[in-house]
């Protein structure tokens, strides 16, 4: 088995062929186009049997993925930060685009159950949704922290902390900077003009997001503290959960599996501040939340505390059962989706 590395940048892609060893066969550098993409393709065709290493890195990663996805190849996805160990160990000095793409082939030769690179589903337009929404309201929040050093400068109260999103609020605000002349009277009026602009895009991607993430995940809103953006930003970040083979492989992903910490005959476990942060956030809320409202969440809280755990490692433990419950619905609506698509499938 051929292992090829690419390292890969917005205008360029170096691939590096290696043997089982780990020895280099050949590289190539071509253009990060379509027809680059092919003159790839066309060089990889002399090793028979063949995988593609790409380092992960989604935006510039994604052109080559999904070209090489579609015509047959086998290909997955290599972190990056396994890449460093790999680089300080060769015996090459520097760093340069065929260094890094040996050191993607290697780690991928070295790691065997890496992710399996497939083609973008609605999660990714899930995930672009929330995220698009996210920089609107950190836009929106931008431009309200100005919006109020205007209105102290004028004189005027400044309405409630995290009102500004509210009509009633923008309304009055327009009518008492209606009179105010100056410079600063008018970029105040401009200000809440922007607020109510971004307010209206954020409301309609909020709905826009509910609908998708309820289609993609139904399972999910039925689990308490898990909101509508909270179930599309754990459908979006996970990026389809077939890709992680058990619920631990989804656990240390999130970052809610314990690290084990072994000292001779003591063994403990510490908390992971590795994985994916964006899921790790969304389990803590819908933990805390799943607490302040009581049920299950609060049972299993109290339960660890009778244990003798801290509040810390009782929150911890319930979002590792969180975790655990995310993946089994995702697992759940994915296999009905599957089978929907079958039943269209065949009735056609």
Not at 19 to 29: A, I, M, V
Request: aromatic letters at 2%.
């Amino acid at each position: 088995m051929v292992i090829i590395g690419g390292d890969l940048h917005k205008r360029t892609h170096t691939a590096v062929a290696i043997d089982e060893n780990g020895r280099k066969l050949g590289q190539r550098t071509v253009a990060a186009t379509p027809d680059g993409h092919l003159e790839l393709l066309r060089w990889a065709d002399e090793f028979a049997e063949r995988r593609w290493a790409l380092e992960d890195c989604r935006h510039l990663s994604r052109r080559l993925e999904a070209d090489l996805v579609r015509a047959g190849e086998s290909v997955v996805r290599v972190p990056p930060k396994l890449m460093a160990g790999a680089r300080r160990s060769g015996r090459e000095p520097g760093k340069s685009d065929p260094i890094d793409a040996l050191a993607v082939a290697r780690a991928a030769l070295r790691e065997p159950d890496l992710p399996v690179a497939h083609l973008d589903g609605p999660e990714r337009d899930l995930r672009l949704l929330v995220d698009h929404r996210e920089d609107l309201v950190m836009t929106r929040t931008q431009v309200a922290n100005r919006l109020r050093w205007h209105l102290h400068e004028l004189g005027l109260a400044e309405p409630a902390p995290r009102s500004l999103d509210r009509t009633h609020v923008i309304e009055s605000l327009r009518v008492e900077l209606a009179d105010q002349v100056g410079t600063v009277g008018r970029i105040a009026r401009d200000l809440v003009e922007r607020i109510a602009a971004l307010t209206a895009s954020i409301n309609v991607l909020e709905h826009e997001i509910g609908v998708l993430a309820s289609e993609l995940g139904p399972s999910l809103g039925d689990l308490q503290g898990c909101g509508g953006l909270s179930a599309a930003k754990l459908i979006g970040e996970a990026a389809g959960i077939s890709r992680f083979r058990s619920r631990a492989a989804f656990a240390r992903h999130n970052g809610s599996a314990p690290v084990p910490v072994w000292s001779g005959e003591t063994t403990h476990h510490r908390l992971s501040r590795g994985g994916n942060r964006q899921l790790n956030v969304v389990l803590h809320r819908i933990a805390i939340t799943g607490i302040r409202l009581g049920g299950l969440g609060r049972q299993y809280f109290e339960h660890r505390l009778a244990q003798g755990d801290t509040k810390t490692e009782a929150i911890r433990a319930l979002r590792r059962r969180i975790s655990d419950e995310v993946y089994r619905r995702m697992r759940q609506d994915e296999a009905a989706r599957a089978a929907q698509r079958a039943s269209l499938a065949a009735a056609a």
